[in-house]
């Protein structure tokens, strides 16, 4: 946890403090957050494969860290700040693969994961592209700030995963959402969200 | 009229960020000014737009059952590899932490058993007429300056108790047991002849016990099921392993050494078993 964190942890009053508010038991924690976790990753490493791997890792230092990790309040910010950070270095050591999605998708299908029809499929992962190829034209921290508002986080929360000053969030949002409207618009994903 | 609304202060009221006065204050602006109006109905759009082009990304299944699993076998694995770290920086520790005073006693060990080991030596020439000396008694043994070193008949001259590890039955305690300080020593200062069955005995009682309380606590995991099995078959082969070498070297002190470790793994990965289970999962 890195200095900003922590004082904003500490600048709490007591009785929401991470004693207070109690921590989450790991079974807990799994059942809430394992859906923003791997969503996170995944909209990081556009893989599924590699995201079930930065999953399991994210979960695997909550485990090692079940003691030092904030309550329950920002516990979500927490995990998604170490998926962010597992995310990239997980990047660094792979080339983004769509051929192992692909084969990914494949396989889980297969066995009976996400079975769809080809077309329906196809067309989902037309609208994932556009949207991934977008937001690649974001600029950090303007796209991490969309996509863990698109998750639901507070301004509270984004800042605390990003290391960011909450009065700062509001700014970046807006400006993201701009940004991603027009970069959106010019791919041709804007006619498609219209029409759908 | 208030003044207009920025774009900032518009995202903050439609992510529900601002403060009750001064969403009240933002609603009555935004039903009285036009231009401010509209500027929130673009807010608006754009905002749907985002949640739109995010939904496939998001809408996407995710494969709870699968992370689940995975991340149930990470733990698990991680648990086995701190009883193991910690049983092994037990027992290596014990031997490699060389502190000042350690440092000391040992130098103070040494020097009596090399002054008891000359004295026994000459003594031994002098009353008998014994054609073997000391380091020729264990032949097979490579490390004849360790069997000087030890001098086992000179301090203990009797064979002593056979060790008894009495690992208690821990079913809900989360630190598995391991025993290093007995296993060095039990076979520093003595010769090993029959400490084998005692031993083994002790453990595989204890073992039984904790096999019958895992079997009797039903309803295990498929995954911590398949993952204990396969731990337990690796235990079992290693046991048997060790067991036999102790068997073909009964006056070796590490041959019996490495087969109490390996009875201490299976005792470890019970005991971590048996934690998982009574604890419903990996908790603090």
């Not at chain 1, 989902?124 to 986080?153: N, T, Y």
């Not at chain 2, 904790?210 to 204990?228: F, W």
Request: glycine share 4%; hydrophobic share 40%.
């Amino acid at each position: 946890m890195n200095g900003q964190a922590r004082a904003l942890i500490e600048s709490m009053p007591n009785d929401i403090g991470t004693e207070a508010v109690g921590p989450l038991s790991f079974d807990e924690a799994f059942t809430l957050h394992h859906r923003a976790v791997f969503r996170t990753a995944r909209a990081v490493v556009r893989d599924s494969a590699l995201a079930e791997d930065v999953t399991q890792e994210v979960f695997l230092r909550l485990y090692r860290n079940l003691n030092s990790t904030p309550g329950e309040e920002l516990l979500r910010a927490w995990l998604l700040r170490v998926t962010l950070n597992v995310a990239r270095n997980t990047l660094r050591g792979q080339s983004r693969s769509m051929v192992r999605d692909n084969e990914y998708h494949k396989s889980t299908a297969e066995t009976g994961f996400f079975a769809e029809a080809p077309e329906e499929d196809y067309e989902r992962r037309v609208a994932i592209e556009e949207a991934r190829r977008a937001l690649d034209k974001i600029k950090e921290p303007m796209r991490s700030c969309l996509l863990l508002k698109q998750q639901g986080l507070s301004y509270r929360e984004i800042a605390t995963s990003l290391s960011l000053k909450e009065t700062n969030i509001g700014s970046l949002v807006a400006r993201g959402r701009k940004e991603f409207a027009r970069v959106y618009g010019k791919i041709g994903g804007k006619r498609d969200a219209v029409s759908g | 009229m208030t003044r207009c609304l920025d774009e900032v202060k518009l995202q903050c009221y439609f992510d529900g960020e601002l403060s009750i006065e001064m969403m009240e204050s933002v609603t009555s602006h935004l039903a009285s000014c036009a231009t401010c109006a509209a500027a929130a109905r673009e807010l608006e759009e754009e905002s749907a737009l985002l949640t739109a082009a995010f939904a496939a990304e998001f809408e996407e299944s995710v494969p709870t059952e699968r992370l689940r699993q995975r991340i149930d076998e990470a733990v698990l694995g991680e648990r086995l590899a701190t009883a193991r770290s910690s049983a092994k920086t037990g027992f290596f520790a014990g031997l490699l932490n060389f502190g000042t005073q350690r440092t000391l006693g040992y130098a103070s060990l040494a020097v009596v058993l090399a002054f008891a080991a000359i004295f026994a030596v000459v003594k031994m020439r002098s009353t008998h007429d014994t054609p073997e000396p000391i380091a020729s008694t264990t032949p097979e043994q490579q490390p004849a300056n360790r069997e000087i070193a030890k001098a086992p008949s000179i301090i203990e001259p009797v064979n002593p108790a056979p060790v008894n590890i009495s690992t208690p039955v821990r079913t809900t305690e989360s630190t598995p047991t391991y025993r290093p300080a007995k296993f060095i020593a039990s076979s520093a200062p003595k010769p090993v002849p029959v400490k084998l069955l005692p031993g083994e005995r002790s453990y595989l009682q204890t073992i039984a016990r904790l096999d019958s309380t895992i079997k009797s606590n039903k309803g295990m995991r498929p995954a911590l099921q398949v993952e204990y099995e396969r731990n337990l078959a690796v235990v079992d082969r290693y046991i048997a392993a060790t067991r036999s070498a102790a068997k073909s070297n009964p006056n070796d002190p590490d041959a019996a050494d490495f087969m109490f470790a390996a009875y201490q793994s299976k005792v470890d990965l019970l005991n971590t078993i048996a934690d998982a289970r009574l604890g419903g999962g990996p908790r603090h």
